[in-house]
């Protein structure tokens, strides 16, 4: 009777265990966040989501693979995020604040480890490998999204092209990162969010004269 209950207990564990493939995403988002990518080695995943070397390359091919994942899902969470961040706001300005609000709330919560994205981008400054090219190009992409959301936003509330004010805005959000990271405090990113909203609340510029 003992062993009947423990093999049941057994088979609902592995049933309700989740996939070998979000087990080496989940492993690998934490090693590659709190410690880096390169100094991580396939071993260190595999051990922590307690899954064979065949399973991993069957699943992505390789640890590059898995590293283009890992941004790929960062960038769809960061977007779903600010999207529900945003959903009752009609004021395009309060959209665009979103991106600093969320990213107040979060580096704390992530010990000041600064941008996931830059910091993998930082890694491949010379990309050797089509692979390692992919990588930063997940990271643009990221980039890409912030700056055409930003532009589309500044366009409505300006009223003329504004893709160089969304510039700005990002340099803002940039700097209170790091600076954020760099003091291990929120003060930077206070900084960085009241220098853009004094940026929008500048009048728009007037191009009739």
């Not at 899902?73 to 300005?93: K, M």
């Not at 500044?154 to 990002?170: F, G, M, R, V």
């Amino acid at each position: 009777m003992a062993t009947e209950t423990a093999k049941k207990k057994t088979t609902s564990r592995r049933r309700n265990r989740p996939s070998p493939r979000q087990r080496l995403l989940t492993s690998a988002t934490h090693l590659f966040a709190t410690e880096g990518i390169r100094v991580i080695g396939i071993d260190r995943i595999l051990r922590e989501a307690d899954v064979a070397k065949a399973s991993l390359y069957s699943l992505f091919g390789s640890k590059d693979n898995l590293v283009v994942a890992y941004i790929e899902q960062l960038d769809d969470q960061a977007r779903q995020q600010w999207a529900e961040r945003t959903a009752d706001l009609q004021d395009p300005q309060e959209k665009i604040l979103a991106f600093f609000d969320q990213v107040v709330e979060e580096e704390p919560e992530k010990n000041y480890r600064g941008s996931y994205f830059l910091n993998a981008a930082n890694e491949y400054p010379k990309p050797e490998t089509e692979s390692e090219q992919r990588i930063v190009d997940a990271c643009l992409a990221h980039r890409r999204w912030m700056h055409s959301t930003m532009t589309e936003l500044l366009n409505e509330k300006n009223s003329y092209p504004s893709a160089t004010q969304a510039n700005q805005l990002l340099i803002f959000l940039d700097g209170g990162q790091a600076g954020a990271r760099l003091v291990q405090d929120p003060a930077p990113l206070y900084t960085a969010r009241d220098l853009a909203r004094q940026m929008l609340n500048e009048p728009p510029a007037d191009f009739s004269i």
